[in-house]
């Protein structure tokens, strides 16, 4: 099977494959659109089992930049970019900076930021050999992205329970990493009942100390009577195996490509389980971290877009219920209309859901 072949090619512009045996680089950058200008996203490193499956992973992810910076009314495109390799032992200087050459031969085709694996520190590194990459100067973007998602779970409550408030809904969250730890606190502080898994012990024992959240375990949290299931750790958790298990209405969380696919989310509505699509409602990092591309908007906006992703989930739950469809699938279609416009005109489109 060629590239050109493989499932979730969906007509990427670029894709590149980064090796550089000295430094122990094993790479690959995606760029899946760029009509509404030059593709951003961040850099992810992981043991991937295989090259298929991190081929798989930055495709996936590429796409979903695209929709995501489409939705958020960002004049920027999809892109994404995997290490191959184990960040607790293989991450080091000369690597992160042979990465950074690669990206810079892209000319400003591609602008990488922190991922799974790599942090603002790295990105930093990475910085030494390349003008293109960013999120460095604005601190860490994952409280914007946990305010993002909290935004999205109070749209999803209100579509699905018709209430304005979150006290005493039951959140199931799976992760409570660094965006998962500042979405506990926001629901928290909301009124919001916490259960969380994670392999983390740490961090698990920090959520039931600040927030007094009961703990389950990673097989177990699938089955929580929750209102509210939120993916926050890595995707693919919502899949055959798992929907069965569901207890939830709601599916909403910060972690990216939470489908495993896209009948994925057609089961869940289905089923009766409201899903709020992870691109829309994640892109809280996104607006803080984009300024430093841009750098000509202010903290009080950014906030104000991040706010709005309120309203652009409530717009998709609407207009899924109109044809008759599951979410994803609905924001799928209205984030290629936008990007099918601005091929047509050959600028950066204006009509954004924000």
């Not at 992205?145 to 699905?160: Q, W, Y």
């Not at 990216?256 to 829309?280: H, M, S």
């Amino acid at each position: 099977m060629s590239i050109f072949d493989h499932r979730d090619f969906d007509d990427h512009e670029q894709i590149v494959f980064c090796r550089d045996r000295h430094a122990g680089l094993q790479a690959i950058i995606a760029i899946h659109d760029t009509s509404l200008g030059p593709a951003a996203g961040g850099c992810r490193m992981w043991r991937y089992g295989s090259e298929e499956e991190a081929l798989r992973d930055v495709l996936r992810l590429s796409r979903a930049m695209s929709y995501k910076n489409a939705f958020a009314g960002l004049p920027l495109g999809g892109g994404k970019s995997v290490i191959i390799g184990d960040p607790g032992s293989q991450k080091a200087p000369a690597l992160l900076q042979s990465f950074g050459k690669f990206i810079e031969r892209l000319g400003g085709r591609y602008y990488a930021a922190e991922d799974v694996g790599i942090d603002i520190d790295d990105v930093a590194t990475i910085r030494r050999t390349t003008r293109y990459a960013f999120g460095v100067a604005g601190g860490d973007p994952s409280p914007y992205t946990a305010r993002g998602g909290f935004e999205g779970i109070r749209a999803a409550v209100k579509h699905r329970f018709g209430a304005d408030s979150l006290q005493d809904i039951t959140v199931a969250l799976q992760g409570v990493g660094h965006v998962g730890m500042h979405l506990c606190r926001l629901l928290h502080d909301a009124g919001a009942k916490l259960v969380v898994a994670d392999p983390n012990a740490a961090a698990r024992n920090a959520a039931v100390d600040r927030f007094a959240a009961r703990v389950a375990t990673p097989e177990g949290i699938y089955g929580e009577a929750a209102d509210v299931f939120a993916p926050c750790a890595l995707g693919g958790t919502i899949n055959r195996h798992s929907i069965p298990q569901l207890r939830a209405r709601i599916v909403a969380g910060v972690a990216n490509n939470q489908l495993a696919t896209a009948q994925d989310g057609e089961e869940l509505r289905r089923r009766n389980i409201l899903y709020a699509p992870d691109y829309v409602i994640n892109a809280g990092g996104m607006h803080q971290a984009s300024r430093e591309i841009f750098g000509d908007y202010s903290e009080n906006e950014v906030m104000s877009r991040i706010t709005g992703i309120y309203c652009a989930t409530l717009r998709v739950f609407a207009e899924a219920e109109k044809r008759d469809e599951a979410p994803n699938l609905t924001a799928d279609r209205m984030a290629r209309e936008l990007l099918v416009r601005a091929r047509a005109t050959n600028t950066p489109g204006n009509d954004l859901p924000l």
